[in-house]
Each structure stands twice: as structure tokens, then as C-alpha cells.
């Protein structure tokens, strides 16, 4: 547990989860039935319930109260630069911890950035009622005793097999395996399905796309894509389930053709406007706010990269900001920075995924309600209603007449390659993209990027074409971008944690340099996908 606070016979538990918790709209109850726990809280609640019942196993006689620890969200920092108090430090056994490196003042503890919340009585609703029960209807406590029993003599628990194994945890790589470790799901696949290793070979339902009846389709015994028929997804009811049966169908012929809706993809590229603009945001959400008056989890946006293709085909990486610096709230220069780059033309904008719209919205919020004056605040806010959209309870209440493009949802309604195995991913697209394409791999097998033929703001002479027993490497495996945790910077979870890490951990001049360096290649990276994609549809329209 994480905190235990005994005085006497009574036990104080206390749950610290990550969580943010408002307490004038959130609740841990069902809005319908305030005797039902709310399915998002379930596993935190679960985990203190099963805390306390321990303890007042162990302790009859005392009173024990159970409380969970959560990030308070109408909270704000008290003072400034309050997270560079708290710095991430490496110990002589390569264990992290966390050092307080100046005093906290009176002012610093004068708001309160975690919220305390008894919750004694939804773990009694665990506990004593069917709020606590499996899908078998084995009690919250019975359980307990089962599982006890299993770990005590070594028994293993027949596997339920649900959509949940797609992000199975246990899963083993090729190192793992050699190294003679079992792979986790494998082992209860292969358990309850009489599978054998060749069977892993074939898609399966975990694979389909956005497909919400995983688990219906699993208890019918509807495993392999060759048991899945086109009744079963009626691919006419929705461009998802069209989408769902294409992936389907090409498996199961063998077909590893792309596949390009012409008409719907030329009449989408008619209507863009030169020069194109293509822009990748880095973001976070900070626990502890880096300025005074902001609030856990505010939205930060540190970084863009900006690529433009010309109507003559030509391309360039055309700008990009970066604000690495301690304490600061960048996302006002962050906005002035991408208008600079962008209100020079009326080119059409694109993005990849709902992102960019949604942290432009984030900081259009913060200029209106922050309560200091910022001088440009009607220009900033006007700017990002342009090229942003606003959605309220799942309606479109404002939308802007330069409102960015998202080459994703371009991807989901016209393009798809069977060599992404299903996924949308920019990460998945591009290398799909870039073995389909025979443009591609003629233009960036030389090394022209970062050259006055393909400008570039961090490369130079750049061979984006690298094979591998005949196949692309993925671009992003190329990056030499290694982080203090010897961690290629190839993924945004990367880019978040490298950020992260420059803001709250200890480190040299030379391991911040590097970190920023990495964290500017890769998000160039990110826009020069979304041009590679671009160029590799522009080509197949005219070749096809």
C-alpha cells in the first residue's frame, strides 16, 4: 500500500493513483444508480478494497478506514517553477528517486494538488454486494480466496479469453523465448483453444480494426479471419465495417494489393489549396504545473514541425519551434510561432488525428480564461478558430473556414494497405506506404534530404531508404536520437517522457543537448511521413 497511517487501533489506508478527480462533476457512482460503481473507478476501488479487507483481516480489533489520493483537477499551483522543486535523480544503484533541491515554502503548500476521498463505503458495495463479482458471479471475497488458494499451491486459473488479450502484457519476444521463457498469451490461447505455434501465424479477431463485438465474436468460436464471413460484418452498414470486411477479405485471399478509392481520393486532393502544410505537434500534461495559476494536467504544447509541398512538387521542411526551457508555460509563443508559419497563404493545413485540433482548442481556453493579460490574445484566439473546429455533446458548434485536414480520416475512407495489418497508426502507414510505392523508394533511396533539392531544418544528406531482406526499414528505427535511458526518441510517448525528463530530471549540458536535438528530428520525421503519404498518393492517381 502506499501510505499507512496507524495511531493506536485506528489504520488510516491512503491510495495515491495518478487520477484526476473534480469534485463538482465527478463520482465514483453510476449516474443512474448511485448504489452502482462507475466502470472507470472500478479497478482503483478494487485495488483499495482489497487493501483494506487485508489489513482488517490482520487487525480485527482496530478501526480501519480506506481513502484514495487522487490529482485534484480545480487545483492550481500556488507559485511558480513549483515542479523544478521536485527533480528526478539517479542513485548509485540505478534506482530513481525524487529530491526536493530548495525548500518548500508556506506559499508552495498553500493549495493542496491531490484531493482526499473517503471511500469506505463503495468498498463495503465491493465487498458485501454484487458490485464486487465477476462475470461468473463469484464474490469479491470468494475470489480473494481462490486466488490465494492458486497462489499458494502453484495451481494455474483456466485463462478467460477476452478482447483485453490484444494488450496482453505477457507477451514474449524472440530474445525472451530464446532465452526459454514462455509467452503469456500463447500459453492460454494455446490452453483453450488446442492451438498449436502455426495457428499464431493467421489473423485473428484481436486484429480487426475498430471492432467493438471482439468478445461476442471470441464465445462464437469466431477466431480466424477464414471463420469470419461477410454476414458477420455487413460491410454496408458503415464505411467502418466496409473497412473491417476489406481487411478481412484481402487476408483471406491472400491479396497484399493496396487498396485506393480513385475516385473519392482525387475528389478529396482536387479540393486542397497550395502550398500544402503539414504540422506535427509535441505535447504533455504535467502532474505538477510549471507556473503559478495553472492546474494538474494542463495542456502543454512545446513543440511543431512544419513541412510545406509546393503546387509545383516540390517540398521543404519549412520551420519548427522548441521550447525546452525549466519552467516555462510556452504554449502562447507556441501559438504565435505557428501562425508566423502558417497565415502567410491560404494553403490548406493537414494533421494526423484529432490531436493538433484538440490542443489548439486547449490553448484557445487557456488565453480566454487566463486572468493575466496577454497583449495578442483576440489575435491568437482568431487564428485558431480558423483552423480548428469545436465540438459540443458530439456537434460541430463552430468550424473554421481554413479548418486543418486530418490525413487520417483520409487513410480510413480511401486508402488502405494490408501491410499495416489493420492499423492506421502514422507509425504503421508510413513504412506500409513506403514498400508500396515505387516513387518513394527511388526518390528517397538517394541521399537528397537535407539538401538544397529537399531542405531540411536537422538533417543532411539524409537516406531515408534503408532495405532489410527486401524490405523497407522503418524510418523511424533509423533514428539515432538515444535518450539518457538508452532509448531511441521513435515514438510520441518518447518524445513525452525525453520532455518530461528535461524539465524534472538532473542531467549535463551535453544529455540535455542531445535530447533536444533527438526531440527536433523526430518530430520533422512526423511531418515528412504525412508529405512521403501525400506524394505516394499524388503518384498512384497519375500512374492508375
Not at 64 to 79: R, W
Not at 132 to 154: H, L, M, N, P, V
Not at 347 to 362: Q, S
Request: net charge negative; charged share 30%.
Amino acid at each position: 500500500m502506499d501510505i499507512l497511517v496507524k495511531r493506536g487501533n485506528f489504520i488510516k489506508l491512503y491510495e495515491v493513483k495518478a487520477k484526476s478527480f473534480d469534485s463538482s462533476s465527478d463520482s465514483f457512482s453510476q449516474k443512474k444508480n448511485k448504489e452502482k460503481i462507475a466502470d472507470k473507478w472500478k479497478s482503483y476501488l478494487f485495488d483499495i478494497a482489497f487493501q483494506r479487507h487485508v489489513v482488517r483481516s490482520a487487525f480485527p480489533d482496530s478501526t480501519v478506514t480506506a481513502y484514495l489520493y487522487l490529482v485534484n483537477k480545480k487545483s492550481t499551483a500556488p507559485t511558480d517553477g513549483l515542479n523544478q522543486k521536485f527533480q528526478i535523480v539517479e542513485e548509485n544503484n540505478n534506482r530513481k528517486s525524487v529530491k526536493v533541491t530548495s525548500p518548500l515554502s508556506q506559499d508552495d503548500l498553500s493549495e493542496e494538488l491531490l484531493t482526499k476521498i473517503p471511500v469506505d463505503h463503495y468498498c463495503d458495495l465491493i465487498l458485501n454486494t454484487e458490485e464486487g463479482s465477476d462475470a461468473y458471479g463469484t464474490s469479491f471475497k470468494d475470489r480473494i480466496e481462490k486466488y490465494s488458494q492458486a497462489y499458494i499451491t502453484d495451481t494455474k486459473i483456466n485463462p478467460v479469453l477476452t478482447k483485453l488479450c490484444g494488450e496482453c502484457e505477457f507477451r514474449a519476444n524472440q530474445d525472451n523465448i530464446n532465452r526459454g521463457l514462455k509467452d503469456g498469451f500463447k500459453e492460454c490461447w494455446k490452453q483453450q483453444l488446442n492451438w498449436k505455434e502455426q495457428d499464431f501465424d493467421a489473423p485473428n479477431v484481436l486484429d480487426i480494426w475498430n471492432f467493438p463485438k471482439k468478445d461476442e465474436f471470441i464465445k462464437e468460436g469466431k477466431i480466424k479471419f477464414s471463420q469470419i464471413y461477410e454476414d458477420d460484418i455487413n460491410p454496408n452498414k458503415s464505411p467502418r465495417a466496409a473497412r473491417q470486411w476489406l481487411q478481412i477479405e484481402k487476408a483471406n485471399n491472400n491479396d497484399n494489393s493496396i487498396w485506393l478509392d480513385k475516385v473519392g481520393l482525387k475528389e478529396e486532393m482536387d479540393s486542397w489549396v497550395f502550398p500544402l502544410h503539414f504540422i506535427d505537434f509535441e505535447t504533455a500534461a504535467p502532474a505538477i504545473p510549471f507556473n503559478k495559476g495553472k492546474s494538474p494536467y494542463e495542456s502543454i504544447a512545446f513543440q511543431f514541425s512544419h513541412h510545406i509541398v509546393y503546387e509545383d512538387g516540390s517540398a521543404e521542411h519549412k520551420g519548427q519551434y522548441i521550447n525546452t526551457e525549466r519552467g516555462v508555460f510556452p504554449n502562447y509563443e507556441f501559438a504565435r510561432q505557428l501562425k508566423s508559419e502558417l497565415d502567410k497563404d491560404e494553403g490548406t493545413i493537414f494533421r494526423y488525428a484529432p490531436h493538433e485540433n484538440t490542443y489548439l482548442n486547449h490553448i484557445h481556453q487557456q488565453l480566454q480564461s487566463d486572468k493575466d493579460p496577454v497583449d495578442d490574445k483576440d489575435e491568437l484566439c482568431d487564428f485558431i478558430e480558423t483552423i480548428t473546429h469545436l465540438k459540443e455533446n458530439g456537434s460541430v458548434i463552430r468550424r473554421g473556414e481554413r479548418d486543418m485536414v486530418d490525413m487520417l480520416a483520409v487513410v480510413q475512407l480511401h486508402y488502405y494497405n494490408p501491410m499495416t495489418n489493420g492499423e492506421n497508426s502514422l507509425k504503421q502507414v508510413l513504412p506500409a506506404t513506403l514498400n508500396s510505392s515505387d516513387y518513394l523508394k527511388e526518390k528517397y533511396s538517394k541521399p537528397i534530404y537535407g539538401t538544397s533539392q529537399l531542405p531540411s531544418k536537422n538533417f543532411n544528406n539524409m537516406t531515408w531508404i534503408k532495405l532489410d531482406d527486401g524490405l523497407v526499414k522503418d524510418p523511424y528505427k533509423l533514428l539515432k536520437l538515444i535518450s539518457g535511458d538508452n532509448k531511441d526518441i521513435s515514438a510520441g510517448g518518447d518524445a513525452m517522457t525525453a520532455y518530461s525528463r528535461m524539465q524534472f530530471s538532473e542531467m549535463s549540458d551535453d544529455e540535455y543537448n542531445e535530447l533536444k536535438n533527438g526531440l527536433l528530428r523526430y518530430c520533422e520525421l512526423d511531418t515528412l511521413a504525412m508529405v512521403m503519404i501525400y506524394e505516394a498518393w499524388r503518384e498512384w492517381l497519375v500512374v492508375q
